[in-house]
């Protein structure tokens, strides 16, 4: 099992957490909503974006998120964390 942790911005302290029971469903997952992301700010974009500025923004992106790998010994019910919702990147494995 696969956490993902995504914060709005550096100083959200609320991330959004998302769960996924397999690394491709997270992986596709994480790759659509970047791609997404970026497609809107070039669409809502005055001037153009060059290939540096379209890898700056995923850079970005990919710095908000943190993912947890879930042992399968562990038990994530009780997990006490403050949310809105029920970081290839940022992979913290949980000790």
Known sequence: MWKVYWKAGPLDTLADV??????????DFLHDRINAIIQVTIDHSPESKSEEDIEEIRNYEESLITIV????????????????TQEFWKVEEVQ
């Open 18 to 27: 998302y769960t996924f029971d397999d690394r491709d469903t997270m992986d």
């Open 69 to 84: 790998a879930k042992r399968d010994h562990e038990d994530w019910s009780n997990e006490k964390i403050s949310t809105r």
